[in-house]
């Protein structure tokens, strides 16, 4: 059986203000071009969906077009709802959608919801997790202590009856690592507390293939079998070197399954270009590549340039950024520095530093409990 893993479509994104419908239009177009060209029996789609939890009247239309046109050819849809979605509006209409084979997993239930389909080497189970928290969980399995996110998919699974003799898949929207092995991430992605909501990957041994949303970037993790397809597009700078695909997988008998990357190529791609401004606009350089491009461009000049961003967005109209880099700029790089280091540092690892510089004593480990479960309790009544 082959089967298309998708993830983190975020219809109605807007990066640095521009919209990137038209652009999620043509990639979406180009996902259907695969699937007449492959003919999945299935498309996997693992969470953020949308953007926002309310998206646009355009996103929404957007994807009922998409869904719509998966319908036509007669491919099965497994979704699942991310932490960028509102898992009621996702899930909507599920029980009518079940009818015409498309199955969403909107909001936790209990359970995770189960679809089984058949093919020459048997029966295949297509489990869906939508994105969960402790708190979700908690309230399902009183009898069990759970504490973090690890705890909260280990209890789901532990209740699900999975049969290890028969195939078995997994659609899930989570922050998966391998013992000290993270994925690489991007900008574009949140992860809500850092260190708190982290899953390590051997809780999914009993699934043949795992298909992951909730990293941008394509990648396995602790297996090749487990993996995140990414987003079908850049949605930051720190994507630019990433080659956006589709993961196309054959489930043979059990125990066999083979994957193909097929890449995603974007109306206008998303790159950074550095240097002077005369050579920035100089048409033998620029006419090299596709100017219509959402650029970051780094000027160079020492001496100051007037209306440095109109003279760039003549020749580069989709400019998202500019930066200097010069002499006059360098002061500052330390405190550019520290700045990163923050937004890099998790909420406990802040309020550590926070509690012994007021204190001038560490935090026992009964405060580090404490604060612990307080700010994973305020992770789980985010929207």
Same mark, same amino acid.
């Given at each position: 059986?082959?089967?298309?893993?998708? &993830?983190?479509?975020?219809?109605?994104?807007?990066?640095?203000?521009?919209?990137?419908?038209?652009?999620?239009?043509?990639?979406?177009?180009?996902?259907?071009? @695969?699937?007449?060209?492959?003919? *999945?029996?299935?498309?996997? @789609?693992?969470?953020?969906?949308?953007?926002?939890?309310i998206p646009s009247v355009e996103?929404? %239309?957007?994807?009922?077009?998409?869904?719509?046109?998966?319908?036509?050819?007669?491919?099965?849809? +497994?979704?699942?709802?991310?932490?960028?979605? &509102?898992?009621?509006?996702?899930?909507?209409?599920?029980?009518?959608?079940?009818?015409?084979?498309?199955?969403?997993?909107? %909001?936790?239930?209990?359970?995770?919801?189960?679809?089984?389909?058949?093919?020459?080497?048997? =029966?295949?189970?297509?489990?869906?997790? *939508?994105?969960? $928290?402790?708190?979700?969980?908690?309230?399902?399995? *009183?009898?069990?202590?759970?504490?973090?996110?690890?705890?909260?998919?280990?209890?789901?699974?532990?209740?699900?009856?999975?049969?290890? &003799?028969?195939?078995?898949?997994?659609?899930?929207?989570?922050?998966?690592?391998?013992?000290?092995?993270?994925?690489?991430?991007?900008?574009?992605?949140?992860?809500?507390?850092?260190?708190?909501?982290?899953?390590?990957?051997?809780?999914?041994?009993?699934?043949?293939?795992?298909?992951?949303?909730?990293?941008?970037? =394509?990648?396995?993790?602790?297996?090749?079998?487990?993996?995140?397809?990414?987003?079908?597009?850049?949605?930051?700078?720190?994507?630019?070197?990433? @080659? $956006? &695909?589709?993961?196309?997988?054959?489930?043979?008998?059990?125990?066999?399954?083979?994957? %193909? #990357?097929? *890449?995603?190529?974007?109306?206008?791609?998303?790159?950074?270009?550095?240097? =002077?401004?005369?050579?920035?606009?100089?048409?033998?350089?620029?006419?090299?590549?596709?100017?219509?491009?959402?650029?970051?461009?780094?000027?160079?000049?020492?001496?100051?340039?007037?209306?440095?961003?109109?003279?760039?967005?003549?020749?580069?109209?989709?400019?998202?950024?500019?930066?200097?880099?010069?002499? #006059?700029?360098?002061?500052?790089?330390?405190?550019?520095?520290?700045?990163?280091?923050?937004?890099?540092?998790?909420?406990?690892?802040?309020?550590?530093?926070? +509690?012994?510089?007021?204190?001038?004593?560490?935090?026992?480990?009964?405060?580090?409990?404490?604060m612990q479960n307080l700010f994973?309790?305020?992770?789980?009544?985010?929207?």
């Amino acid at each position: 059986m082959k089967l298309l893993h998708t &993830s983190d479509l975020h219809i109605g994104k807007r990066v640095n203000e521009f919209s990137m419908i038209e652009d999620q239009e043509y990639i979406l177009n180009q996902m259907l071009d @695969i699937v007449d060209e492959q003919k *999945p029996q299935g498309i996997l @789609i693992a969470g953020d969906i949308y953007d926002k939890g309310i998206p646009s009247v355009e996103a929404v %239309t957007l994807l009922d077009w998409f869904l719509t046109e998966l319908h036509k050819r007669k491919s099965a849809i +497994y979704m699942v709802s991310g932490n960028h979605d &509102s898992s009621e509006r996702i899930g909507f209409g599920g029980r009518i959608m079940e009818e015409n084979q498309i199955h969403i997993a909107g %909001t936790f239930s209990g359970k995770l919801e189960k679809v089984t389909v058949t093919d020459e080497h048997g =029966p295949l189970h297509i489990y869906m997790m *939508p994105f969960i $928290k402790p708190a979700m969980v908690r309230r399902y399995y *009183p009898e069990e202590d759970i504490e973090t996110y690890q705890e909260a998919v280990e209890a789901i699974l532990g209740a699900s009856d999975i049969d290890t &003799s028969e195939r078995n898949i997994l659609v899930a929207h989570q922050f998966i690592t391998s013992g000290a092995m993270e994925p690489e991430r991007s900008d574009s992605e949140t992860i809500s507390i850092g260190g708190l909501d982290n899953i390590d990957a051997s809780v999914f041994d009993e699934f043949d293939y795992v298909a992951l949303g909730h990293i941008h970037g =394509p990648q396995r993790i602790g297996r090749d079998t487990i993996r995140y397809a990414g987003s079908p597009l850049k949605y930051s700078f720190s994507e630019v070197n990433q @080659i $956006k &695909s589709v993961t196309m997988v054959e489930m043979g008998e059990k125990g066999d399954v083979s994957f %193909t #990357k097929i *890449p995603l190529v974007p109306v206008k791609d998303m790159r950074m270009i550095k240097g =002077p401004m005369e050579a920035l606009i100089d048409p033998v350089n620029y006419s090299k590549a596709n100017t219509l491009d959402y650029i970051h461009a780094t000027l160079t000049d020492e001496e100051e340039i007037y209306d440095a961003i109109g003279k760039l967005r003549s020749v580069y109209p989709n400019i998202m950024r500019l930066d200097f880099e010069n002499s #006059k700029s360098m002061w500052n790089a330390d405190a550019k520095m520290a700045a990163v280091d923050v937004e890099k540092r998790s909420s406990m690892e802040l309020f550590e530093e926070f +509690y012994e510089n007021q204190n001038n004593v560490k935090m026992t480990e009964q405060q580090h409990a404490i604060m612990q479960n307080l700010f994973e309790e305020m992770a789980g009544e985010e929207n």
